[in-house]
């Protein structure tokens, strides 16, 4: 088949490079123009080194955006981590229409944090989903689904870039099949159980040690490696990763108060929540670098006793 493919980044690449290896043809590549000091697009980046036509408009609604996409005479259009918006204009050119990727299971977890979000609520699966791009975000009808399980420790990396990174790029090549032999099925969304979220972000990721432990350790495996779970220590911003979770369930038994830094055990810093305390392995402490957490005690930056969140 002929694609025309809409992304960016490792994953917008990865995409790529799977239709490419089993002999498709690519019509034309868009990709999001680069900002100023940021790293080179890795998509824009093979696409060009592979000698095919790159298009970078500031909008996909832009008139010239239109006649690209047209002139890429492609059978389908490939959408593999898109941030602009897409207009039916512009994604209803390809002769079967265009595809997207979604990593949670639609119509639950619509928005730009998709994957954060579940971690952080305790969900014990997610998964992704090929739907049809429209004018609602992540609201089309879905061709496709593939779930996942997560793991009582699984981080935001983990279930990324172990399983939905993998499987989306294979789900994009299945569903691409499916809708060029019009042998797929579209299904409508239930809106009655659709979530949306935004942005899981720096101010989404502040521990709060009155949490019962629980929580806090599905926030920082949500938000381990980025943007990462984060308190302060003397004012300082401590982030926190590689968490573990000691439930204490016999009342008054918890040692410490909420957010004290009770020890370093097993290179670990243990720190009194609600109900428990958190295993934190690794740590990064202000403009430092992220060590081994026991590192931050041996070297007297974090001591026993000290409260976090002050």
């Known amino acids: 088949m002929k694609i025309a493919i809409i992304g960016q980044q490792d994953f917008g690449k990865a995409v790529l490079e799977a239709f490419l290896?089993?002999?498709?043809q690519v019509g034309a590549v868009f990709c999001a123009p680069e900002k100023e000091g940021a790293r080179p697009d890795a998509l824009r980046v093979a696409a060009t080194e592979k000698g095919l036509k790159v298009h970078q408009f500031k909008s996909l609604k832009a008139p010239e955006a239109v006649e690209a996409m047209r002139a890429a005479n492609a059978d389908i259009g490939i959408m593999a981590f898109v941030l602009q918006f897409a207009p039916q204009d512009f994604v209803k050119i390809p002769r079967h229409g265009t595809i997207q990727y979604h990593p949670s299971l639609l119509p639950k977890y619509r928005g730009p944090s998709s994957i954060n979000w579940p971690i952080s609520r305790g969900e014990k699966e997610t998964g992704l989903s090929i739907f049809r791009p429209t004018d609602g975000l992540d609201e089309g009808a879905v061709i496709l689904q593939k779930k996942t399980?997560?793991?009582d420790n699984d981080t935001l990396g983990n279930?990324?870039?172990?399983r939905l990174f993998p499987m989306g790029v294979q789900a994009m090549l299945e569903a691409a099949d499916l809708v060029t032999s019009s042998k797929h099925k579209e299904v409508v969304q239930d809106?009655?159980?659709?979530?949306?979220?935004g942005w899981f972000r720096e101010a989404e990721a502040r521990i709060s040690w009155s949490n019962h432990v629980d929580f806090i350790h599905?926030?920082?495996r949500a938000s381990d490696p980025a943007p990462g779970a984060w308190t302060t220590l003397n004012g300082v911003k401590l982030q926190?990763?590689?968490?573990?979770?000691?439930?204490?369930?016999?009342f008054g038994a918890v040692k410490g108060k909420l957010g004290e830094v009770v020890e370093a055990k097993d290179g670990r810093l243990v720190i009194t929540a609600q109900g428990g305390r958190i295993h934190a392995g690794k740590a990064k402490l202000g403009d430092g670098k992220k060590v081994?957490?026991?590192?931050?005690?041996?070297?007297?930056?974090?001591?026993?006793?000290?409260?976090?969140?002050?």
């Open 292 to 310: 081994a957490a026991a590192e931050l005690v041996s070297s007297g930056q974090v001591k026993a006793g000290a409260t976090l969140g002050l």
């Open 21 to 24: 290896a089993r002999g498709d």
């Open 149 to 151: 399980p997560i793991g």
């Open 159 to 162: 279930v990324y870039f172990e």
């Open 191 to 197: 809106e009655s159980q659709a979530s949306y979220e």
């Open 240 to 250: 926190l990763f590689d968490s573990r979770k000691e439930l204490v369930r016999t």
């Open 218 to 220: 599905n926030l920082i």
